[in-house]
């Protein structure tokens, strides 16, 4: 083997030295592991059949079953794949460390669904026999994964016709589609956690084998397609739900919750301003909007044209932003987390107590704008279904349809500010201002843009919110809301859109669809927020200067491995 790389004896004395299993060894082991679970979910493994997906059949698997016969075939493949000619193209690096995180993917879910049956149906007793099968398959094909091989760094630098990585591009979005109607179609709680381990080890074993890194230089090669063709992947959304209004309601609050997640994360991303109290700056739009909706609880009798109620709320959340960020932004740090948290709540007592008792007449005080009408806009009824492609759509996908051109607008001013001077002074006041100062940045200016922009973009959310959910009350913009929201941008990751989309999603729909933890959802929350800051500081999708930044030392360390 030329370039200095250890033979294949060299490599096996190695690994006897070490008290590793022979590499031939390790993978016939995992190999029968991965046929044995693969085979185990063609048998029953429930008495019961009162458990999710009905583990009482022979030869038919359901439930959970599936997710472990996915996982174990895929496994099956790497495994073969290993051995044969096409390793080299299709697993450079090779493919133990996928085979390892699809083995942990087919323990956890097997051992999850033989202990759930065991806690829901009385007892362990009603573990049929097939199931503890499923189960030792799975620590046979767990621990022979842990036996294999490390992998060697996976490159793929392929580059194919255009015409080929565009329908790369497709084929991704399509499945990611696919597989996010297939979580919401979900009813039990039990599989749809199987569901998500599964399809976490599916992308941990595509990213372990390169496949992951590939799609994204094909994306960011082809940044346009990519971004047009995410968006009308997502318009597609509500003709998977047809005329059902559930999903669709929910993916519209997703929806405002992510544009407003974006706008903070010009706040927190770029300039590394910490606002606690930015959802205020979305009850100011809110309200403009309802005041302005013609609604029998408004105390203003003027119904402007929808695109004039949104020009309106977003100037006078300028406007409201700079009056807030006029005085706080002179102090720093904990100090401006301190002081914007309390402009929050100053909102919101204020609009409880301008109720024509305690103050004016405007916001109706604790009871709020009850009724606010569903909109009318360029001839469209937003609170009537249509037919669209000779499909009936719910009249939610209206509300979804706007909220998504609102969301592309939002993008838009982010990435343009982002790429730009004030995107660059932004990040330079962020990473030390003093010294963005002394480089001549008028810093109290350019923090008090980005302050008045951030307000801006949530106000216009406002307005849209106020609509869809036709009940504006001050108790729907607490402080939590905030924490939720800066939440949101850390987790997924500071200064990306992407970033600030999947902490929106994850936020909002986890708990929709773990509805029995919410009255531990809190701390849910907050053990999940320590473990990521733990373990990923720098945000689940995060940007290239913000990963360098946690990771230094070991990238410090890569430079001079790669310069020995």
């Known amino acids: 083997m030329s370039g200095g790389g250890a033979t294949t004896e060299q490599r096996r004395l190695i690994d006897r030295a070490r008290g590793r299993v022979p590499a031939t060894t390790a993978r016939a082991a995992a190999l029968l592991g991965a046929v044995l679970s693969l085979a185990s979910t063609f048998l029953a493994w429930s008495y019961g059949s009162a458990f999710p997906g009905n583990l009482t059949i022979y030869g038919y698997p359901g439930g959970a079953q599936v997710y472990v016969l996915v996982l174990a075939l895929v496994a099956i493949v790497l495994l073969l794949l290993e051995v044969s000619p096409l390793r080299r193209v299709l697993a450079p690096g090779g493919t133990g460390g996928a085979v390892r995180v699809l083995a942990s993917g087919v323990f956890l879910v097997t051992a999850f669904t033989v202990l759930a049956i065991g806690v829901e149906l009385g007892g362990l007793i009603n573990v049929e026999w097939g199931g503890w099968v499923a189960l030792l398959a799975a620590a046979v094909f767990v621990v022979a994964g842990r ?9 793929w630098s392929y580059r194919l016709p255009d015409w080929v990585e565009f329908l790369v591009i ?22 749809f956690l199987c569901f998500l381990v599964a399809l976490g080890g599916a992308l941990t074993a595509a990213w372990r084998l390169g496949l992951v890194s590939w799609i994204s230089e094909v994306g960011t090669r082809h940044r346009g397609v990519t971004v047009t063709a995410a968006f009308l992947v997502a318009a ?6 047809g005329s059902d209004n559930h999903w669709l309601n929910v993916m519209v609050n997703v929806g405002i919750f992510a544009t407003t997640a974006i706008g903070l994360n010009i706040v927190v991303g770029l300039a590394g301003l910490l606002d606690l109290g930015y959802v205020a700056f979305l009850g100011v739009g809110a309200y403009v909007g309802a005041l302005l909706s013609g609604a029998a609880a408004s105390t203003i009798g003027w119904n402007p044209p929808f695109a004039v109620t949104v020009v309106i709320g977003a100037v006078i959340t300028a406007i409201v932003g700079v009056l807030i960020g006029t005085p706080t932004l002179r102090v720093r740090g904990d100090y401006l987390a301190i002081v914007t948290l309390g402009f929050g709540e100053i909102f919101r007592i204020a609009v409880n107590n301008l109720d024509g008792s305690t103050g004016p007449q405007v916001t109706n005080g604790p009871n709020g704008i009850p009724g606010i009408p569903d909109l009318k806009f360029l001839g469209i009824d937003f609170g009537q279904s249509h037919t669209v492609f000779g499909m009936n759509l719910g009249y939610f996908a209206n509300y979804f349809f706007l909220e998504l051109v609102l969301m592309a607008f939002v993008i838009l001013v982010f990435s343009r500010m982002n790429n730009s001077r004030l995107g660059r002074a932004w990040l330079a006041i962020r990473e030390d201002e ?20 951030g307000a801006t973009l949530a106000g216009m959310a406002g307005t849209i919110q106020a609509h869809a959910i036709s009940s504006i009350t001050p108790d729907s913009y607490q402080f939590l809301n905030s924490a939720f929201l800066v939440a949101a941008v850390v987790l997924g990751g500071m200064g990306t859109v992407t970033g600030a989309l999947l902490g929106s999603v994850v936020l909002l729909l986890l708990p929709e669809k773990f509805r029995f933890f919410q009255d ?4 849910i929350f907050g053990v999940t927020l320590v473990l990521v800051m733990r373990f990923r500081p720098e945000g689940v999708i995060a940007n ?21």
Request: charge should be negative.
């Open 434 to 453: 003093v010294a963005a100062q002394a480089a001549g940045i008028n810093t109290f200016r350019l923090k008090l843009l980005a302050f008045a922009l």
């Open 147 to 155: 036996s294999l091989p490390d992998d060697r760094p996976a490159v």
């Open 520 to 523: 531990n959802k809190l701390l």
């Open 544 to 564: 290239k200067r913000r990963k360098a930044e946690f990771h230094e030392e070991e990238i410090s360390e890569e430079l001079a491995e790669g310069a020995r």
């Open 236 to 241: 597609a959304f509500p003709f998977t739900q």
């Open 170 to 191: 497709a084929v991704v979005l399509g499945l990611a589609l696919a597989a996010f109607v297939e979580a919401l179609a979900i009813p039990e709680w039990e599989i």
